[in-house]
Each structure stands twice: as structure tokens, then as C-alpha cells.
């Protein structure tokens, strides 16, 4: 219902501010003019207040949730040895299934070529670019440059130097590895110390749970500021602007194919892995995953998400703590299938564009940046722009002279990047989950969406 009335105030948002216009104005500034209009209106300031305090209120958990909740999973696994061979599964599946994921994407937006217009000419060559100069350079700036070898630092952020700064700025995966060790090592000391540790971590967890529980309650609301907010700008920006008119069928068939692919995995590929290899019941596993779906979907951020993921994991679906609380956290952050895939085929797409015609070497090369880069990105909206401009500049370095600017076309991914960053995280987290759900199975938990209510 949430979604549906944010939706709704937002569409009636961006209608009367496109109807504020002036006659006659040039479609690129109309655009602008109308989501200053929106974003100037005391309506969308209470509702973007409400929606960031929504985010705010989650992203307030997400420490406390993350470290307590791996130090008390990995002390239980330590207790009965099983880590490396849990830690071992869980990379197992997120690897695999992001492949996959990547793999439909590829097929996809090869066979349909959404980026090469009538004679097979991309749709961008010879074009005037300047249109998207701004909203390049504002990615460009986030990118600062990176190149694949940079992105790889998020590994060498594994291991954060200072703890509070990692903790400080929200650096997951760093705070991760931290937990893992501390959960590790505490169960291999003394028992007298560690009863008592453990005994505090597990309060700081429960309390941590009862926040979460009223945050979520609160969850509606939040979700209404959310959607009013991002529609109500998303219509005013685009309704009015037309530079995009001469492309419009290109990117809206790489819109199309983008959601069809993410939507294959979604309901096709998962499900499978739930019902073939988890044995489990996927309708109930969508049931129990709802709320955090839709979370994911009016946040556009997986890391936000998080503890309402957690939650529904645990507490609707059944999977231990001391699953859910390894696997899910680290999923936050490396298993990212639906990004994955979107950054292969919004690449291809941008190469198609300016009619680069792709190696298979050149595609392959895509398909591993990819997904490693899937890995680094941070759960946050518009987190994959700054991914596909590092696969961008790599194919760049195998293009030979003159090639065109691949990087300039990333305008074109701008149009529809929010609603199909919903789409994706989304995909996402439900990744995640069905992660933890068949890695429970395969430890042997039995009330794993039994349809009876978990203890
Ligand atoms: N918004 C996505 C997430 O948080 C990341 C991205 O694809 O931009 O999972």
C-alpha cells in the first residue's frame, strides 16, 4: 500500500509541475526547471524528510546488526567446526549465481542489440554528445579515473587499519573480516571470558532487534516519503525533456531487455536453485522475502536493506542466526547478481551505441570485470555507474586508434537508472536470501520455510 500511495502522490507531484512550465521552453531546460519545481515544494520536502529518515533509522542498525549478529554466528559455527566449509559454500553459491546472472544478461542484450540502430549503425555514432555532458561528469568525478586494477582495492579495504574509522564510515566489508576474526578467536579462548563477551555481544544484538522492529514498523511511511519523492523528480525531469527523442527506442529496448534479464534471474533462476537444490517451497520464500523486496525496491540500496532482510530471513523464513547472520551480511556486500548483470549489458549496450563491434575475448573480458567489480561496488543507490565506467575504460584499452570516448555514452544509461536500480537491488537481496535459505538446508535445518512459525 505504501508503494502504491507514494507512487501515486509522486506521478500527481510530477504532473502539476510539468504543467508549471513556461510555453515554448527548450526541453532540456524544462526538464530541469520542472524537478526544481518538484524538489522546491514543501510537499516534497515532508515527504523526502520522511523517506530519509526511513533510510536513516536503517542505516543507524546496520553496524551494531552486522557485527553482533557475524560474532555470534561464527562463535556457534566455531563451537562446532564447520566455518571454512560454510564459508566455503556461501562464496561457492554467490560467485555461481552471479555468474549466471551475468550470463542472461549477456545473451539478452546480444541477441536483441539494443544499441545498434537501422543498418546496424550504433545509435550514438555521429551524434552530438554534448547533451549528456553534465550528468557524465558528475559520475565521472565519483569514478575519479578508477581503473579495474583500483577497484580491486575494495580488497585491500578488507582489512581496515582503524576499526572505528571502518565502522565510522560505513566500510561493511571491512567490519566484516573484523567480526569474522573476533567471532573466530572468541571461541577459542578461555570460557570463563568468553561466556561473558558472548553474553554481552548477544544483548547488544537483542536490543539491536528491538530498534530494528520499530524502525520497521514505521517501514510504510517511510516507503510513501520514498517513492513520492523519487517519482514525483523522475517524472518532472523527464517528461518534459525530449533531447533523448531520437534514442528513445534504443534505450528503452536496453531498459527493456536490462528488466527482462533481472527478472529471468528473479523468477526463473532462483526459484530453480530453491526448489531443485534447497528443496524448499519458492512461493513461500517470495512470501516471507516481501517486505524486504519492497524495501529494497523505494531504498535502491542493498546495505539499507539489510537488517530488513535479516529479519524477514530469520524470522519468516527460518534460517538460523547462525546462518542468516554470516551469510546475509557478506551478501550485502560481494553477492550482487543483479548489478552484475546490469553492468555487462549497460557496457555492451554503450558499445553498441557507438557501433564497437565486441570480440569474443573483449566480451569475456566484461563478463570477469563484471563480476568482480559486482564485488566491490557498495550497496547504495547508483552504485553501478561508477563500475561500468572501470569496464568502460578497460575495453577502452583494448580499442584500437581512433576509437571513440566509450565513457561519453554512460548519459544514456541515465534515463532509466533509477527504476532499474530498484529492479536490481532488489534482485539483489533476494539473491542473498535464497542463499541463506540453501545453505541452511544443505546444514541440515529443518524448519527452513516449513510454513510453520520459526521459534
Ligand atoms: N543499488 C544497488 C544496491 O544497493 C547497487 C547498484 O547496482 O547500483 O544493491
Given at each position: 500500500?505504501?508503494?502504491?500511495?507514494?507512487?501515486?502522490?509522486?506521478?500527481?507531484?510530477?504532473?502539476?509541475?510539468?504543467?508549471?512550465?513556461?510555453?515554448?521552453?527548450?526541453?532540456?531546460?524544462?526538464?530541469?526547471?520542472?524537478?526544481?519545481?518538484?524538489?522546491?515544494?514543501?510537499?516534497?520536502?515532508?515527504?523526502?524528510?520522511?523517506?530519509?529518515?526511513?533510510?536513516?533509522?536503517?542505516?543507524?542498525?546496520?553496524?551494531?546488526?552486522?557485527?553482533?549478529?557475524?560474532?555470534?554466528?561464527?562463535?556457534?559455527?566455531?563451537?562446532?567446526?564447520?566455518?571454512?566449509?560454510?564459508?566455503?559454500?556461501?562464496?561457492?553459491?554467490?560467485?555461481?549465481?552471479?555468474?549466471?546472472?551475468?550470463?542472461?544478461?549477456?545473451?539478452?542484450?546480444?541477441?536483441?542489440?539494443?544499441?545498434?540502430?537501422?543498418?546496424?549503425?550504433?545509435?550514438?555514432?555521429?551524434?552530438?554528445?554534448?547533451?549528456?555532458?553534465?550528468?557524465?561528469?558528475?559520475?565521472?568525478?565519483?569514478?575519479?579515473?578508477?581503473?579495474?586494477?583500483?577497484?580491486?582495492?575494495?580488497?585491500?579495504?578488507?582489512?581496515?587499519?582503524?576499526?572505528?574509522?571502518?565502522?565510522?564510515?560505513?566500510?561493511?566489508?571491512?567490519?566484516?573480516?573484523?567480526?569474522?576474526?573476533?567471532?573466530?578467536?572468541?571461541?577459542?579462548?578461555?570460557?570463563?571470558?568468553?561466556?561473558?563477551?558472548?553474553?554481552?555481544?548477544?544483548?547488544?544484538?537483542?536490543?539491536?532487534?528491538?530498534?530494528?522492529?520499530?524502525?520497521?514498523?514505521?517501514?510504510?511511511?517511510?516507503?510513501?516519503?520514498?517513492?513520492?519523492?523519487?517519482?514525483?523528480?523522475?517524472?518532472?525531469?523527464?517528461?518534459?525533456?525530449?533531447?533523448?527523442?531520437?534514442?528513445?527506442?534504443?534505450i528503452a529496448t536496453f531498459a527493456g531487455i536490462a528488466f527482462a534479464a533481472l527478472m529471468i534471474h528473479l523468477f526463473m533462476v532462483l526459484p530453480l536453485i530453491l526448489l531443485l537444490l534447497a528443496k524448499v517451497n519458492p512461493v513461500r520464500h517470495y512470501r516471507a522475502m516481501a517486505p524486504a523486496l519492497m524495501t529494497a525496491f523505494s531504498t535502491a540500496s542493498s546495505s539499507a536493506t539489510l537488517p530488513v532482510t535479516m529479519e524477514c530471513v530469520e524470522k519468516r523464513a527460518g534460517v538460523s542466526?547462525?546462518?542468516?547472520?554470516?551469510?546475509?551480511?557478506?551478501?550485502?556486500?560481494?553477492?550482487?547478481?543483479?548489478?552484475?548483470?546490469?553492468?555487462?549489458?549497460?557496457?555492451?549496450?554503450?558499445?553498441?551505441?557507438?557501433?564497437?563491434?565486441?570480440?569474443?575475448?573483449?566480451?569475456?573480458?566484461?563478463?570477469?570485470?563484471?563480476?568482480?567489480?559486482?564485488?566491490?561496488?557498495?550497496?547504495?543507490?547508483?552504485?553501478?555507474?561508477?563500475?561500468?565506467?572501470?569496464?568502460?575504460?578497460?575495453?577502452?584499452?583494448?580499442?584500437?586508434?581512433?576509437?571513440?570516448?566509450?565513457?561519453?555514452?554512460?548519459?544514456?544509461?541515465?534515463?532509466?537508472?533509477?527504476?532499474?536500480?530498484?529492479?536490481?537491488?532488489?534482485?539483489?537481496?533476494?539473491?542473498?536470501?535464497?542463499?541463506?535459505?540453501?545453505?541452511?538446508?544443505?546444514?541440515?535445518?529443518?524448519?527452513?520455510?516449513?510454513?510453520?512459525?520459526?521459534?
Amino acid at each position: 500500500l505504501g508503494l502504491m500511495i507514494g507512487a501515486a502522490i509522486g506521478y500527481v507531484m510530477g504532473i502539476f509541475a510539468v504543467a508549471g512550465i513556461p510555453d515554448g521552453m527548450e526541453p532540456g531546460k524544462a526538464g530541469v526547471l520542472a524537478a526544481e519545481i518538484v524538489t522546491d515544494s514543501s510537499a516534497y520536502l515532508l515527504l523526502d524528510l520522511l523517506g530519509d529518515m526511513f533510510i536513516r533509522g536503517l542505516k543507524l542498525i546496520i553496524v551494531p546488526l552486522v557485527t553482533t549478529s557475524i560474532v555470534l554466528s561464527i562463535v556457534n559455527i566455531g563451537a562446532q567446526k564447520g566455518f571454512g566449509r560454510l564459508g566455503g559454500k556461501t562464496l561457492l553459491y554467490y560467485l555461481s549465481t552471479s555468474l549466471i546472472s551475468i550470463l542472461i544478461g549477456l545473451t539478452l542484450v546480444n541477441i536483441f542489440a539494443p544499441g545498434s540502430g537501422a543498418g546496424g549503425k550504433g545509435i550514438l555514432e555521429g551524434r552530438d554528445l554534448s547533451a549528456f555532458a553534465s550528468d557524465q561528469a558528475t559520475v565521472q568525478s565519483k569514478a575519479g579515473g578508477k581503473t579495474a586494477g583500483d577497484f580491486l582495492n575494495v580488497f585491500r579495504e578488507m582489512v581496515p587499519p582503524n576499526v572505528v574509522k571502518a565502522a565510522a564510515e560505513g566500510q561493511l566489508l571491512g567490519l566484516i573480516i573484523v567480526s569474522l576474526l573476533v567471532g573466530y578467536f572468541l571461541s577459542r579462548i578461555n570460557t570463563d571470558l568468553q561466556t561473558v563477551i558472548v553474553r554481552l555481544v548477544e544483548g547488544i544484538y537483542q536490543v539491536t532487534l528491538k530498534i530494528t522492529h520499530l524502525v520497521l514498523r514505521l517501514a510504510p511511511i517511510g516507503v510513501v516519503g520514498l517513492l513520492a519523492a523519487t517519482i514525483s523528480q523522475q517524472y518532472a525531469k523527464l517528461a518534459p525533456d525530449q533531447r533523448f527523442d531520437q534514442f528513445i527506442t534504443g534505450i528503452a529496448t536496453f531498459a527493456g531487455i536490462a528488466f527482462a534479464a533481472l527478472m529471468i534471474h528473479l523468477f526463473m533462476v532462483l526459484p530453480l536453485i530453491l526448489l531443485l537444490l534447497a528443496k524448499v517451497n519458492p512461493v513461500r520464500h517470495y512470501r516471507a522475502m516481501a517486505p524486504a523486496l519492497m524495501t529494497a525496491f523505494s531504498t535502491a540500496s542493498s546495505s539499507a536493506t539489510l537488517p530488513v532482510t535479516m529479519e524477514c530471513v530469520e524470522k519468516r523464513a527460518g534460517v538460523s542466526n547462525k546462518t542468516a547472520g554470516f551469510v546475509l551480511p557478506l551478501g550485502a556486500t560481494v553477492n550482487m547478481d543483479g548489478t552484475a548483470l546490469y553492468e555487462c549489458v549497460a557496457a555492451i549496450f554503450i558499445c553498441q551505441a557507438f557501433g564497437v563491434e565486441l570480440t569474443m575475448a573483449q566480451q569475456f573480458m566484461i563478463v570477469i570485470t563484471a563480476l568482480l567489480t559486482s564485488v566491490g561496488v557498495a550497496g547504495v543507490p547508483a552504485a553501478s555507474l561508477v563500475a561500468i565506467i572501470v569496464i568502460l575504460n578497460a575495453v577502452q584499452n583494448q580499442l584500437a586508434a581512433p576509437a571513440p570516448m566509450l565513457v561519453a555514452g554512460l548519459g544514456l544509461l541515465f534515463v532509466f537508472d533509477r527504476p532499474l536500480d530498484m529492479c536490481r537491488t532488489a534482485v539483489n537481496i533476494f539473491s542473498d536470501s535464497c542463499g541463506a535459505v540453501l545453505i541452511a538446508r544443505s546444514e541440515g535445518e529443518a524448519n527452513v520455510l516449513t510454513g510453520e512459525a520459526p521459534a
